[in-house]
């Protein structure tokens, strides 16, 4: 096996055609998941950390299937630039207005988890398994990890802190999946941290504020003479 390198996980490419992938939601300002790349399965990621000589767990539960025909759109909102001017220079300034981003999202699957994302409702919004609709919607509150693979290589975006409600109308189509489209709005959040130490300790000074952190494309175990081999997992150090 190659030495594991950032050169040995180097795609040959960076386009990417994901066939699978998985959306994550926790508590804002999780930590994303501690190593990458990994081969992602759908399955809860959970691990421990340590934040001012507390131990913590950060806790990724999978929000389960999401639409094949209509995959996850980020889109970005927000005025073009604007060319400034003078009558001796018409073009002398660029203006950089502000952007907004969100990411609409179709589920699939009609559970009661679900069904607060997109109803804006907390837990007292259940009662003995059956889903109550609140008169006034809210918006709730998560952290988001989202990861695509095309079997050999993974890409993954991570926000800190997402606020999400229902976005669409729900169809029931005889012939097709139901789904129940949900938008993310991203808001500022904890969108770096370090983790170092077999206790995944947060590092002091390490924190930065943003929106999000994206995890470019890599391959998922290191590439070699062509031996087969186990993935690898590297500590995110990003």
């Known amino acids: 096996m190659a030495e594991l390198t ?19 939601v926790a508590p804002v300002d999780t930590p994303a998941p501690v190593t990458f790349p990994f081969e992602p399965d ?8 340590k934040e001012g000589g507390t131990a913590k767990t950060a806790a990724w539960k999978s929000i389960g299937n999401t639409s094949l025909e209509n995959g996850i759109e980020m889109a970005v909102e927000g005025d073009d630039p604007e060319t ?5 220079v018409p073009a002398l300034e660029v203006t950089s ?51 695509g693979t095309d079997g050999k290589h993974v890409v993954a975006w991570y926000y800190p802190s997402v606020r999400i409600i229902g976005a669409d109308s729900i169809t029931l189509d005889p012939s097709a999946l139901t789904e129940v489209p949900v938008r993310a709005s991203i808001v500022k959040g904890r969108a770096y941290v370090e983790l170092e130490g077999e206790d995944n300790e947060v590092k002091q000074g390490t924190a930065k504020d943003g929106l999000g952190r994206v995890f470019p494309k890599t391959r998922i175990t290191a590439e070699d003479d062509g031996a ?11």
């Open 6 to 24: 950032d050169e040995t996980l180097k795609p040959k490419h960076y386009a990417l055609a994901p066939k699978t992938g998985y959306v994550y």
């Open 42 to 49: 759908g399955k809860d990621i959970a691990f421990s950390y």
């Open 84 to 88: 400034l001017g003078t009558w001796q």
């Open 97 to 147: 207005p502000p952007k907004s981003y969100s990411m609409t999202m179709n589920l699939a699957d009609i559970s009661v988890e679900t069904l607060k994302l997109y109803y804006g409702a907390g837990d007292s919004a259940v009662t003995k398994g059956q889903f109550v609709i609140p008169n006034t919607p809210t918006t709730t509150d998560k952290a988001l990890y989202i990861i």
């Open 228 to 238: 087969s081999s186990a993935p690898v997992l590297l500590k995110d150090a990003t």
